[in-house]
Protein backbone atom coordinates (compact mmCIF):
# COMPACT_ATOMS: atom_id res chain seq x y z
CA UNK A 1 0.00 0.00 0.00
CA UNK A 2 1.13 3.40 -0.34
CA UNK A 3 3.17 4.88 2.75
CA UNK A 4 3.97 8.61 2.79
CA UNK A 5 7.46 9.49 5.12
CA UNK A 6 7.89 12.58 6.09
CA UNK A 7 11.65 14.17 7.40
CA UNK A 8 13.30 17.23 7.71
CA UNK A 9 11.37 18.85 10.57
CA UNK A 10 13.79 20.76 14.09
CA UNK A 11 13.94 22.85 15.98
CA UNK A 12 14.95 26.32 14.58
CA UNK A 13 14.97 29.65 15.22
CA UNK A 14 12.77 32.80 14.08
CA UNK A 15 13.62 33.83 10.84
CA UNK A 16 15.32 30.70 10.10
CA UNK A 17 14.52 28.48 6.97
CA UNK A 18 14.13 24.70 6.95
CA UNK A 19 13.50 22.34 4.01
CA UNK A 20 10.92 19.01 4.75
CA UNK A 21 10.75 16.19 2.49
CA UNK A 22 8.07 13.64 2.19
CA UNK A 23 8.89 10.33 0.45
CA UNK A 24 6.10 8.03 -1.41
CA UNK A 25 6.57 4.53 -1.85
CA UNK A 26 3.65 1.85 -2.86
CA UNK A 27 2.12 3.38 -5.53
CA UNK A 28 2.20 5.43 -8.69
CA UNK A 29 3.93 8.59 -7.06
CA UNK A 30 3.90 10.80 -10.25
CA UNK A 31 0.16 10.22 -10.69
CA UNK A 32 -0.75 11.64 -7.23
CA UNK A 33 -1.50 15.25 -6.30
CA UNK A 34 0.34 15.89 -3.06
CA UNK A 35 -0.18 18.09 -0.04
CA UNK A 36 1.20 19.94 2.79
CA UNK A 37 -0.74 20.28 6.12
CA UNK A 38 0.00 21.39 10.04
CA UNK A 39 -1.46 20.86 12.56
CA UNK A 40 -0.60 23.08 16.00
CA UNK A 41 -1.59 21.71 19.60
CA UNK A 42 -5.35 22.58 20.49
CA UNK A 43 -6.55 23.57 16.48
CA UNK A 44 -7.21 22.21 13.26
CA UNK A 45 -5.25 20.84 10.52
CA UNK A 46 -4.49 23.65 8.07
CA UNK A 47 -4.00 23.53 4.75
CA UNK A 48 -0.31 25.08 3.80
CA UNK A 49 0.27 23.86 0.30
CA UNK A 50 -0.69 21.25 -2.59
CA UNK A 51 1.25 20.48 -5.90
CA UNK A 52 -0.55 18.52 -9.03
CA UNK A 53 1.12 15.53 -10.25
CA UNK A 54 3.25 17.66 -13.30
CA UNK A 55 3.84 20.56 -10.87
CA UNK A 56 2.05 23.16 -13.20
CA UNK A 57 -0.87 23.63 -9.96
CA UNK A 58 0.46 24.81 -6.66
CA UNK A 59 -2.04 26.19 -4.44
CA UNK A 60 -0.71 27.83 -0.75
CA UNK A 61 -2.71 28.46 2.47
CA UNK A 62 -2.56 32.02 3.39
CA UNK A 63 0.03 31.46 6.04
CA UNK A 64 2.38 29.79 3.42
CA UNK A 65 2.19 32.67 0.99
CA UNK A 66 5.64 34.10 -0.04
CA UNK A 67 7.29 32.39 2.32
CA UNK A 68 6.86 28.84 1.40
CA UNK A 69 7.20 26.73 -2.23
CA UNK A 70 6.20 23.39 -2.97
CA UNK A 71 8.03 21.29 -5.01
CA UNK A 72 8.34 17.78 -6.34
CA UNK A 73 10.81 15.47 -7.78
CA UNK A 74 9.44 12.60 -9.60
CA UNK A 75 12.18 10.63 -10.25
CA UNK A 76 12.64 10.66 -6.68
CA UNK A 77 9.20 10.13 -5.39
CA UNK A 78 9.58 13.33 -3.03
CA UNK A 79 8.00 16.21 -2.54
CA UNK A 80 9.21 19.05 -0.52
CA UNK A 81 8.48 21.86 1.36
CA UNK A 82 10.74 24.51 1.64
CA UNK A 83 9.84 27.30 4.93
CA UNK A 84 11.52 30.48 5.01
CA UNK A 85 11.40 33.29 7.33
CA UNK A 86 9.66 31.07 10.17
CA UNK A 87 8.00 32.49 12.85
CA UNK A 88 6.79 31.36 16.23
CA UNK A 89 3.58 30.81 14.49
CA UNK A 90 4.36 28.17 11.94
CA UNK A 91 5.29 25.90 15.25
CA UNK A 92 2.88 22.36 14.40
CA UNK A 93 3.43 18.88 13.54
CA UNK A 94 3.51 18.76 9.56
CA UNK A 95 1.87 16.18 7.40
CA UNK A 96 1.91 15.37 3.44
CA UNK A 97 -0.95 13.55 2.15
CA UNK A 98 -1.55 11.96 -1.23
CA UNK A 99 -4.63 12.24 -3.85
CA UNK A 100 -5.55 10.64 -6.65
CA UNK A 101 -7.75 13.13 -7.70
CA UNK A 102 -6.19 17.03 -8.33
CA UNK A 103 -4.40 19.36 -6.12
CA UNK A 104 -6.96 20.88 -3.55
CA UNK A 105 -7.16 22.67 -0.19
CA UNK A 106 -9.33 20.70 1.77
CA UNK A 107 -8.04 17.43 3.80
CA UNK A 108 -11.05 15.20 2.44
CA UNK A 109 -9.35 14.82 -0.87
CA UNK A 110 -6.85 13.19 0.31
CA UNK A 111 -6.85 9.69 0.61
CA UNK A 112 -3.35 8.62 2.31
CA UNK A 113 -1.31 10.73 4.94
CA UNK A 114 2.43 10.31 6.62
CA UNK A 115 2.97 10.25 10.21
CA UNK A 116 3.82 13.61 10.84
CA UNK A 117 6.72 15.88 11.30
CA UNK A 118 7.55 18.61 13.88
CA UNK A 119 8.28 21.67 13.26
CA UNK A 120 9.39 23.55 16.48
CA UNK A 121 10.30 27.49 15.83
CA UNK A 122 11.65 29.47 18.74
CA UNK A 123 11.53 33.11 18.95
Known amino acids: QVQLVESGGGLVQAGDSLTLSCEVSGGPFSRYAMGWFRQAPGKEREFVASISWNSGTRYYGDSAKGRFTISRENAANTVRLQMDKLNVEDTAVYYC????????????????WGQGTQVTVSS
Open 97 to 112: ASSRGGPSRYPRYFEV
